[in-house]
T-cell receptor, first 111, second 114 residues
Framework: DTAVSQTPKYLVTQMGNDKSIKCEQN?????MYWYKQDSKKFLKIMFS???????INETVPNRFSPKSPDKAHLNLHINSLELGDSAVYFCASSSHLTEAFFGQGTRLTVV | GNSVTQMEGPVTLSEEAFLTINCTYTATGYPSLFWYVQYPGEGLQLLLK?????DKGSNKGFEATYRKETTSFHLEKGSVQVSDSAVYFC?????????????FGAGTTVTVRA
C-alpha cells in the first residue's frame, strides 16, 4: 500500500489553465504539506494543514489554493497557470510521533 | 530563522570510494536533523535522522552524527555503490505543537561510476 499518493504523476497543460493535484495519505497522520521543487532541485514548503486547518502559508501566489476535505486528503488547486509554475510538487504528511513521509511527486509542465 | 547549508555538488565518485557530504545548520532551539534521499524519478525518502545532540543516525551503510558544538550533521558512507547515485538533502525540523515543517538544504547530486 502506498503511504502518500499523489495524482497525477505528470501534468502538461497550457498557460492560463486551471488544474488540480490530489494527495491522499493512509498513515493516519494529522498534518499534511505541499512542497515545490524547482529545476535546481531546491525544495520549498508552500502549505501545511493540521487537522484540516491551514497552519503554514508561505509566500505563495494566491493562484495556489490548498483544500483539505478531511485529514487524509490535501489537494492543490492552481488557477491561471504560468510558465514559472513548472516544477515538481510534493505532498507529504507527518504526525507528532514521526517525521515527514513524501509522495512520489507531480511533475507539472506549463507550455 | 532556521536554515541548512550543505555542500554543493555535483559529486562524482568511483564505486567503493568514501563519500562525505557536509551539512551545517542554524536554528533557534533544538532541532531534529534528517538526511533525505531522492533517487532519479522518485520522491524523497528518509535516509536517517537524529533528534538530539551526539545522536548518530545510520541506515544502508550511511551515518551522520548530530554535533551541537559545530552545528553540523555530515553524511558519510565508507564504500559507495552505483545504486547510491541520487540527490541527498539535509534538513532540520523544529517540531511545534502541530507541524513538522522541514527546512531543506539545496541538495547534493551524487553520481557513482562503476
Amino acid at each position: 500500500d502506498t503511504a502518500v499518493s499523489q495524482t497525477p504523476k505528470y501534468l502538461v497543460t497550457q498557460m492560463g489553465n486551471d488544474k488540480s493535484i490530489k494527495c491522499e495519505q493512509n498513515l493516519g497522520h494529522d498534518t499534511m504539506y505541499w512542497y515545490k521543487q524547482d529545476s535546481k532541485k531546491f525544495l520549498k514548503i508552500m502549505f501545511s494543514y493540521n487537522n484540516k486547518e491551514l497552519i503554514i502559508n508561505e509566500t505563495v501566489p494566491n493562484r495556489f489554493s490548498p483544500k483539505s476535505p478531511d485529514k487524509a486528503h490535501l489537494n492543490l488547486h492552481i488557477n491561471s497557470l504560468e510558465l514559472g509554475d513548472s516544477a515538481v510538487y510534493f505532498c507529504a504528511s507527518s504526525s507528532h510521533l514521526t517525521e515527514a513521509f513524501f509522495g512520489q511527486g507531480t511533475r507539472l509542465t506549463v507550455v | 530563522g532556521n536554515s541548512v547549508t550543505q555542500m554543493e555538488g555535483p559529486v562524482t565518485l568511483s564505486e567503493e570510494a568514501f563519500l562525505t557530504i557536509n551539512c551545517t545548520y542554524t536554528a533557534t532551539g533544538y532541532p531534529s536533523l534528517f538526511w533525505y534521499v531522492q533517487y532519479p524519478g522518485e520522491g524523497l525518502q528518509l535516509l536517517l535522522k537524529a533528534t538530539k545532540a551526539d545522536d548518530k543516525g545510520s541506515n544502508k551503510g550511511f551515518e551522520a552524527t548530530y554535533r551541537k558544538e559545530t552545528t553540523s550533521f555530515h553524511l558519510e558512507k565508507g564504500s559507495v555503490q552505483v545504486s547510491d547515485s541520487a540527490v541527498y538533502f539535509c534538513a532540520l525540523s523544529l517540531y511545534r505543537s502541530n507541524d513538522y515543517k522541514l527546512s531543506f538544504g539545496a541538495g547534493t547530486t551524487v553520481t557513482v561510476r562503476a
